[in-house]
């Protein structure tokens, strides 16, 4: 069974920094486009970035130029590097792998919360 554990959530206040990591196991990742989504409080779950196996990526508009997806195939591991941190970025953040034939999520990690407030 494939596993995907996010890590590097927690509390910032508006205008910081943090990095979140995703360690894939039991899966090849280097085969597979690879993407953060997030779920805000009452709100729909929503694609952050995404990064195909190539190296391309996603952005959605209100992150562009304040997040940054990046992909590791040796050891198996997601970043998503977020800047400029805005009160409106708080929700659980998700890792996941999309299945290629479909274009669909496969797997998803457990999430882990992002929270940015003074």
């Known amino acids: 069974q494939v596993q995907l554990v996010e890590s590097g959530g927690g509390l910032v206040q508006p205008g910081g920094s943090l990095r979140l990591s995703c360690a894939a196991s039991?899966?090849?990742?280097?085969?597979?486009?690879l993407g953060w989504y997030r779920q805000a409080p009452g709100k729909e779950r929503e694609l952050v970035a995404a990064?195909?196996?190539?190296?391309?990526?996603d952005y959605a508009d209100s992150v562009k130029g304040r997040f940054t997806i990046s992909r590791d195939n040796a050891n198996s591991t997601l970043f998503l590097q977020m800047n400029s941190l805005k009160p409106e970025d708080t929700a659980v953040y998700y890792c996941?792998?999309?299945?290629?034939?479909?274009?669909?999520?496969?797997?998803w990690g457990q999430g882990i919360q992002v929270t940015v407030s003074s």
């Open positions: 996941a792998r999309v299945e290629p034939d479909s274009g669909r999520v496969d797997y």
């Open positions: 039991r899966t090849d990742v280097s085969f597979y486009t």
């Open positions: 990064i195909a196996s190539g190296g391309s990526t």
